[in-house]
Structures are given as C-alpha cells and as structure tokens.
C-alpha cells in the first residue's frame, strides 16, 4: 500500500498537507489545485495497472456530471475518469473533457464516441445522442435497450453491508445518506442504497426511521448529519451506521471522534466505495468497494466495441467486496 510520504513525494507538498487533506480538515485552507494534485496523487498510487492492448486511432469525449470542485468532494467519479484516461493512454486513444454544463461544444468536435459519467436527465441523454450513436453511460443506465452502461448492483451492495453488521451482532443500525439532483432540476434522484436500506431492514423486522438522515453524498454532510443523530439519539445512538458513500462516512468519523464516541467500540461505521483515501483516515474506514477504475475501463472497452461496430446494447454490473478496516469490527 502506498503511503502518506509516496502521495506527498509524487505530489509536490508535504506529508502534513496531505495527512490533513486525506482526513478533509475544515481547518486547513490550501487551494483547488493543491487538493486536487493530492487526491489524484493518490488516486494514481493506488491503481493497479493493466496490460496494454492497442487500437485504432480513435478520439471519443469524456462528458462530466460533476464539476472539478465537486469532483473534489466525491471521488468516486474522478476514479471511474482516471480508469478511462488510463485505458485511453494504453490504446493511443485521443480524449477530450466536457462538464455537464458545455454539451453543445461537443457537437463541434470531430468524435467517435462519448462516455458520460454520472447521472443524466432524459433531456441531456437526447442532447448526447444527437451528437452520437456510440455512447456508454458509466454509473447510470438511461435505457438498456438503447445505450450501453456500466453499473453497481447498489440494492445487491446495500444487502452486504446489512448482512455484515447483522452477522457482527448489530440490530440497530441507522442510516446516513444522501440524494441527488440531475444538473439544472430540482427534482431529486430516487437513491437505491436508501431504498434498499428501508425495504431490507424492514423485511427482517428492524427498520426504525428515526435512525435514518439524508443530506447529501459530501464529507460536510455526513458530519453536520451525525452531529445531528447524536444529539436527538443520545443513548440511543444506533451501534452501527451504514454511510452511503465514503465522504459520508469520513464526515461521520470526525463528528463522533468531536464528541468522544468511540469507534469501532461504541459505533460501527461502514462506507461504500473505497475511493482511496480511505484507508488514510482516522481510524481507517471500512468501506464496500467499487471497483470504479474497472468501471472506466469497462466503459472504454464497450465505447470502442461500439465504434467497431456493435449494435446490440450491453449493461454490464461489476461486483463489489467488503474491505474491513478500523471503525468495524
């Protein structure tokens, strides 16, 4: 595993900037840029490298749902781009970025293809498709009879968790989540995770609502949300949540560790991603990982399957694992 000095070394900066960025000190004022070389940093040493296998010169546009800044808040996303950037870089193939916010530059590019990675309304999905007819939607799946995707089981994910807390003797678990906008509605996006949560638990008879906050998939959120759980809980404080994301997660560490709850001994705390900071944090988070770099390179090796001439829609889910660290036991 790499560690805090290989990310300080390949980004620039020292190991205290880094340590205090891994654990998102609100109290440390360092720029966008700063922050993003470290979370690229270690995103970069963290990913395990694949063979090369050329193609045909091709140029294809990596479309973004979230801006640089909100990258920067959940990197879930920037690791599903850097999978695709690298298998771009492998296969000789040119990209170019667009944000949500410029679709209509795209049509005056000379593409093959385009992959789009978050979560779009029907009305960017046309936008898409007027420019192209080869298009894969990495993390949703506007239409699997049209377009090609590269997706997480979250209902599958949720359960897994779940069985885990309820294997280690949990009954009480709450839930700290968040839900999501398309860019430019109001209307929020259903999230499987907390659909999953309330069903799953419902149906094994130990669903409470009162244990469960929404906010939104930010490290701020996660933290200001279990603020909240423990001041209306108090000892009734679940002993186990399960966070929707990392960022989530990281927020909710440092809530407890602010009011001397002790984790893994008093709470359990179990996020879902493993993007790579994870393991940095304090204590080291227990994650479901996502293999999201092998989202972007699935959704690379579909994309040019396209190109080449496939019709046939594809979806393709790829699995997930638990990975056990220090604020579970």
């Known amino acids: 595993m790499a560690t805090i000095k290989d990310i300080a070394e390949l980004a620039g900066v020292s190991i205290a900037t880094v340590s205090r960025v891994l654990n998102y000190d609100p109290a440390l004022s360092v720029t966008d840029e700063t922050r993003r070389r470290i979370m690229e940093a270690a995103e970069e040493l963290s990913y395990k490298k694949r063979p090369a296998k050329k193609t045909a010169a ?45 679709l209509k530059e795209v049509k005056h590019d000379q593409l093959q293809g385009i992959i789009a990675i978050g979560k779009f309304s029907p009305g960017q999905v046309a936008e898409i498709a007027g420019v192209t007819r080869n298009i894969v939607f ?12 590269v997706i997480i089981d979250f209902d599958k994910a949720s359960k897994k968790i779940i069985d885990y807390l309820n294997e280690k003797g949990h009954d009480s678990i709450g839930y700290i989540g968040g839900r999501e906008t398309y860019k430019g509605s109001s ?30 998939f930010s490290v701020a959120s996660g933290y200001s949300l279990m603020k909240q759980a423990i001041s209306e809980l108090g000892e009734r404080l679940p002993t186990a949540f399960f966070a929707g994301n990392d960022s989530i997660a990281i927020g909710c560490l440092r809530a407890l560790h602010e009011e001397n709850i002790p984790v893994p001994e008093r709470v359990n705390i ?13 204590p080291a988070l227990s994650t479901l990982k996502v293999h999201t770099e092998l989202m972007g390179e699935t959704a690379l090796e579909l994309l040019v399957e396209r190109i080449d001439g496939r019709r046939v829609a594809k979806k393709i889910f790829i699995g997930t694992e638990l990975v056990i660290r220090n604020s579970s036991f």
């Not at 409470?208 to 906010?215: A, K, L, P, S, V």
């Open 187 to 216: 209307v929020e996006i259903a999230d499987q995770r907390e659909m999953s949560f309330r069903s799953y638990m419902a149906e094994k008879g130990l669903l409470q609502d009162e244990m469960i906050y929404i906010g939104s």
């Open 58 to 102: 091709k140029k294809i546009a990596i479309i973004h749902w979230y801006t640089e800044k909100e990258e920067l808040e959940d990197l879930y996303y920037l690791s599903i781009r850097h999978g695709i950037e690298r298998r771009c870089q492998q296969q000789d193939i040119q990209f170019a970025h667009y944000f949500y916010d410029e």
């Open 270 to 282: 179990i996020g879902l991603n493993d993007i790579s900071v994870s393991k940095y944090v304090f």
């Open 138 to 149: 990495a993390d949703c799946n506007p239409d699997d009879e049209v377009y090609d995707s």
